[in-house]
């Protein structure tokens, strides 16, 4: 089955960045949508950023021009590089594998501080 571990959260200030990755195992295909969504307490699960078949690429508004998806389809991994952080990025950070259904990982919490 697949299995999805993020990596690279932390505690940053207001305008620092972060790496985040996400290692995938199991039956993974690079044509099908790689995401990364985020929570904050008291708020839906959004989504952040996502990355179809052939790179094409879409992000939130709110990340729009900061925040950048990529995609290693030979080490089955995701990550997404947050720069200009902001407190409101403050969430944990969830990626996700769609195929017949999404597969999460667990999250990786990111804390920005002003």
């Known amino acids: 089955q697949v299995q999805l571990v993020e990596s690279g959260g932390g505690l940053v200030q207001a305008g620092g960045s972060l790496r985040l990755s996400c290692a995938a195992s199991?039956?993974?295909?690079?044509?099908?949508?790689m995401a990364w969504y985020r929570q904050a307490p008291g708020k839906q699960r959004e989504l952040v950023a996502r990355?179809?078949?052939?790179?094409?690429?879409n992000y939130a508004d709110s990340v729009k021009g900061r925040f950048t998806i990529s995609r290693d389809g030979a080490k089955n991994t995701v990550y997404l590089q947050m720069n200009s952080l902001k407190p409101e990025d403050t969430a944990v950070y969830y990626c996700?594998?769609?195929?017949?259904?999404?597969?999460w990982g667990q999250g990786t919490q990111v804390t920005v501080s002003s």
């Open positions: 996700a594998f769609q195929a017949s259904r999404t597969f």
């Open positions: 199991g039956s993974i295909f690079s044509i099908n949508p």
């Open positions: 990355i179809l078949n052939g790179g094409v690429t």
